[in-house]
């Protein structure tokens, strides 16, 4: 007895410190990335980069079309993909009866959310780039990346749906109210924190995607006039110009200023995310 009780011990203070390691090792090397890149980004960053367009008459580098770009496709892409996403997930969860259809849909997207991102840019520059005519440009990169990201939205959503008590919708449903009321006044409400995760996750990897866009949105430097010019016109975001600026001009100084921003806008990203939540959160308690 006392043996068995000892092999108890000595396991889980195995597991402990083995865990406690993993935790750890994750945490050094996501505390160096971070430390890293804005040690060697932010002295790079002035305001001409910022606020300016690339000249190679005057010779100077500036990333204010690629910040710009960037805004257009996540604001593009969350506007297509979050409505389907969450429509999705709710019949999924709501309204279909065929559970063999649902384990299929299901499949179908965990197969998708496992496609490397080449061959979504592959994809979706001979799909939308070539036979939809819609050409290089950022609304082509836009829709790739619904389809990057329509699992995960769907999937974060249908999984958060699930955790929404049985007793919420009864009680709704014992006072009156129709199907789609009680989604909408109950069960949405009840589960907009998983909504939000999945539009973090999907703004994270907006931001962070490259290959696809450099096959279907381009890589110009250029500030358009107008909305509906920039849309339909090619442009480079900025993981694409950190990329050209590391990989074919050897500009080191502007990439990591340039990871630098990405960092401090994803940080901004999740904070503000993470802001709505609470309000909503407070407002439902």
Excluded at 116 to 134: H, R, T
Aim: hydrophobic share 50%; charged share 10%; net charge positive.
């Amino acid at each position: 007895m006392v043996k068995i009780k000892t092999k108890r011990l000595l396991y889980e203070l195995c597991a402990r410190l083995l865990m406690l390691l993993s935790v750890g090792v994750t945490g050094i090397l996501a505390l160096f990335l971070l430390v890293y890149i804005l040690t060697e980004g932010l002295p790079q960053l002035s305001w001409q980069l910022l606020s300016t367009q690339p000249s190679y008459l005057q010779g100077t580098i500036g990333i204010l079309p690629d910040i710009i770009n960037t805004l257009y496709v996540v604001f593009c892409t969350l506007l297509l993909v979050l409505p389907i996403g969450v429509g999705a997930a709710v019949y999924l969860t709501e309204y279909a009866t065929n559970a063999k259809l649902v384990g299929l849909i299901e499949y179908a997207a965990e197969a998708l959310s496992g496609i490397p991102s080449i061959i979504y840019g592959f994809v979706g520059m001979m799909i939308f780039c070539e036979l939809a005519g819609i050409k290089t440009s950022i609304l082509a990169g836009s829709l790739t990346l619904v389809i990057m990201n329509l699992p995960t939205i769907m999937r974060t959503t249908q999984e958060s749906l699930k955790t929404v008590p049985q007793s919420y919708r009864e009680g709704a449903f014992g006072l009156g109210a129709g199907k789609w009321r009680v989604i909408r006044t109950v069960v949405l409400p009840s589960c907009v924190d998983g909504i939000i995760t999945g539009c973090i996750l999907a703004v994270g990897r907006i931001v962070g995607e490259t290959a696809a866009l450099l096959y279907t949105a381009g890589f110009a430097h250029v500030i358009y006039h107008s909305a509906n010019q920039a849309l339909t016109s090619p442009g480079a975001t900025l993981t694409v110009s950190l990329y050209v600026y590391a990989k074919e001009e050897g500009a080191f100084d502007v990439a990591f200023a340039i990871a630098a921003i990405l960092l401090i806008f994803t940080f901004i990203i999740n904070l503000a995310a993470m802001g709505v939540g609470a309000y909503f959160k407070k407002a439902r308690s």
